[in-house]
């Protein structure tokens, strides 16, 4: 028995240069479409989801609102006046007013600017922190990974809201005359260093099924330093978990900062943040439920963002989830 591929090329006679049916010769259009990486392929099917185009929606909203909240609400979010008090939703207040005569709409829209500031922030810390000592510990193993991989066990195991209270509490507690951005950064740094070993592991995990691949092979071999491997050919090739987790450690930082300026040891005034218009509305929910609706819907409605993005970016990112 023949082969067939063998059969199909003597049998097929030889073409001269002029008669090659080539696209050129015969006048076809020639595709210039470049060949594209694993972003341009999570890319093009991001495109086809609706859900991507809505949460990503939400998000710019949002952004602008904490970038430019006077370009949404006009009026003082921080000032009031007692004879409003409690007064209910009309033409002058859309959401109504607080125990202090503030207007809870532009409490809203401002308070999104501390929520969103704080959970980004915490994200780019805890990311860096927990990524550079990722790579480090997969990359050198041996005695460095095993020293980094028990440090992160040490803080992997302490419960991270009981963390965030002694943290916040020590440095923060009453009477300490904080700023509002030492605040802030209070609560950034307690959120990033109680969530570092999440990413440490995510990327170590990462760097040790790459940096035994045949092209990390071939760049050590033609004598690329430790340096360039990692910047140019680990980290692009390691950075799709840490991109998916981030987006949704957003959402899930929003919903820490609220919780922990609800207990009254996060965010505190004059910062003015959903957390905090939650914990001041929860003693009224009877009287003027709002002040407690509102700030949750947008809070709620931020986290679902920020998840559902993340989700759509994983699902994207996955080739077997295609």
């Known amino acids: 028995m023949s082969d067939p591929s063998t059969a199909s090329i003597v049998s097929t006679p030889a073409a001269h240069p002029t008669d090659a049916a080539t696209p050129a010769a015969l006048g076809a259009p020639q595709s210039n479409e470049k060949p594209r990486g694993l972003l341009g392929d999570a890319w093009r099917d991001l495109r086809r989801k609706p859900l991507f185009w809505i949460s990503a929606t939400l998000i710019v909203i949002f952004l602008l609102m904490a970038a430019f ?10 000032n009031g006046s007692l004879s409003r008090s409690l007064n209910k939703p009309g033409a002058e207040g859309w959401f109504g007013y607080d125990v202090q005569g503030r207007d809870v709409y532009a409490r809203v829209i ?5 929520s969103i500031v704080v959970a980004v922030l915490s994200v780019m810390g805890t990311l860096l922190v927990g990524g550079t000592m990722g790579i480090i510990a997969g990359y050198r193993g041996g005695w460095v990974d095993g020293l980094l991989s028990r440090i992160a066990d040490v803080f992997f195991g302490l419960p991270f809201v009981l963390g965030a209270i002694v943290i916040l509490t020590t440095f923060n507690g009453s009477g300490s005359g904080n700023s509002k951005a030492q605040i802030m950064g209070l609560v950034i740094v307690s959120l990033t260093v109680l969530s570092w070993p999440v990413v440490m592991r995510l990327m170590r995990s990462s760097v040790l099924a790459t940096k035994e691949a045949d092209y990390i092979v071939a760049a050590r071999a033609l004598g690329a330093g430790t340096g360039r491997i990692i910047l140019k050919h680990l980290l692009p090739n390691c950075l799709a978990p840490l991109l998916v987790y981030g987006t949704i450690m957003v959402g899930s930082f929003i919903g820490a900062e609220a919780t922990l300026s609800f207990l009254g040891v996060g965010l505190k005034s004059p910062v003015v943040s959903w957390g905090i218009m939650i914990s001041d509305g929860q003693q009224f929910i009877r009287v003027a439920p709002g002040l407690v609706f509102f700030p949750a819907a947008f809070l709620v409605t931020a986290v679902l963002s920020f998840v559902m993005l993340g989700e759509a970016v994983r699902e994207a990112l996955d080739p077997k989830l295609r």
């Open 69 to 78: 909240p006077a370009l949404f609400a006009p009026g003082d979010a921080v």
């Open 110 to 114: 401002y308070g999104a600017r501390a």
